[in-house]
């Protein structure tokens, strides 16, 4: 057993994947984590702040440009690099740029320019996703795509660490500028180091899908059955709702119950990245062993019941002791969870498409992530807290059913046509 785990992970595109993994999840958690405990810190008033939600709109809509960064070669770089490194390296260079101008800006003063470099930040942040995923799933042949998946959570943790623990210490020190700062020049290192780390060429894309930027959208449609087509994006948009809804309020609530930033950083962004990684690795694991349909059933399961822990925590108040158990519940069956869904959407990925097709996919999960979750800050306000996380937990049942009837009715299909 101990073989074959460390023949799943410990090679050099795994380790690529972790760099790739910790870049993109820098990003992710400073607008889903950070800048929510920052809007909260300024006294910004809770509606507003769940309507921050809609600055990861990006996320949602990237498969609209992922065609263009498919297709089209950076002049010059991509000769020295090759076409994703290329284009990541330049992607970063302006994720890099758009986090400093958010640091720089001020909440109090003028919401709405904060609002706006939060959303430059997740539009970089979308793109390098876009190369991000689509290198991974074309390095990797399907048999490690689920180790893959975890190697690639296991950075996203690593990154919120940095983004989110991280960048709460510094503010202990800091103004929220220098913490924004040092959060790109990580970024900057990682840029470099991931540059420079020799790996096997790209992928080898069909002339045709140069042409064509419609291409790997018709080939996803026609692949499938329209019942089946219907039934993924039904699993694929409901999978991660509950678990997301009740994210995008998690860090207002820990603060409204009276946490300091330190309890926040310890508990939320280091045991409970710790408790993450637990959870994507033997995620990874449970897709090679009982497969990947089961293996979302299973943490189905767990992210569903994981949300009765805020209502636990709710009821006894600022117990530091709960908030542990909360997060290690919820940490534990997210990190279950993504590692099986992440490897769910790159299996089906045709791969002269991965970078399209990935981004088409993500961004329906996307869609509860932001358009849906904007209205968590007024459902708080309207039903309660304890209210409010007992919804969430209804959110994520109907993702259940669904794998139920997928495993009785079909199969995914684990080989496709490249």
């Known amino acids: 057993m101990i073989q074959n785990f460390s023949s799943l992970y410990l090679n050099k595109n795994q380790f690529l994947i972790f760099l790739m993994g910790i870049s993109s999840g820098i990003p992710l958690y400073l607008i889903l984590s950070t800048l929510f405990i920052w809007l909260t810190r300024e006294n910004i008033d809770i509606s507003t702040i769940g309507l921050f939600a809609l600055t990861q709109i990006p996320w949602t809509i990237k498969f609209l440009w992922a065609p263009f960064i498919d297709s089209f070669k950076i002049p010059i770089l991509h000769k020295i690099v090759g076409h994703r490194k290329s284009w990541l390296f330049v992607i970063q260079f302006f994720l ?64 919120g660490i940095l983004a989110g623990a991280g960048s709460l210490y510094l503010k202990y020190y800091f103004n929220w500028s220098i913490v924004f700062t040092i959060v790109g020049l990580i970024i900057l290192f990682l840029a470099l180091l991931i540059l420079f780390i020799p790996i096997k060429k790209d992928y080898s894309f069909k002339k045709e899908s140069e042409k064509n930027l419609l291409k790997p959208f018709y080939e996803f449609l026609f692949r499938h059955s329209a019942i089946k087509i219907f039934l993924i994006l039904i699993l694929i948009f409901s999978f991660k709702f509950g678990d997301v809804i009740a994210g995008v309020m998690a860090n207002p609530f820990y603060v409204k119950l009276g946490f300091s930033n330190i309890d926040i950083a310890n508990a939320s962004k280091v045991f409970g990245v710790l408790m993450t990684i637990i959870g994507v690795f033997l995620g990874g694991y449970l897709v090679k062993k009982i497969g990947i349909i089961n293996a979302l059933i299973t943490s189905g399961f767990f992210q569903a019941i994981s949300n009765l822990m805020y209502v636990l925590l709710n009821l006894v108040g600022p117990e530091i002791s709960y908030l542990y158990l909360t997060i290690a519940g919820e940490n534990f069956s997210g990190g279950l969870g993504s590692a099986a869904f992440v490897a769910y959407l790159s299996a089906l990925c045709n791969k002269n498409y991965t970078g399209t097709q990935y981004a088409l996919l993500s961004s329906i999960m996307g869609l509860a992530r932001t358009v849906l979750s904007s209205p968590s800050g007024f459902l708080v306000e309207s039903f309660g807290w304890t209210n409010f996380f007992v919804l969430s937990i209804f959110l994520g049942i109907p993702a259940i059913f669904v794998l139920f009837w997928m495993k009785k009715n079909f199969q995914l299909e684990m080989q496709k046509s490249n």
């Open 96 to 159: 890099i740029f758009s986090i400093f101008l958010l640091g720089l800006s001020s909440p109090t003063k003028n919401i709405e320019l904060t609002a706006f470099f939060a959303l430059l930040v997740s539009f970089f942040s979308a793109s390098q996703d876009i190369v991000i995923d689509g290198y991974r799933i074309e390095i990797l042949d399907d048999s490690s795509q689920g180790a893959g998946a975890a190697v690639t959570q296991f950075g996203y943790r690593i990154g």
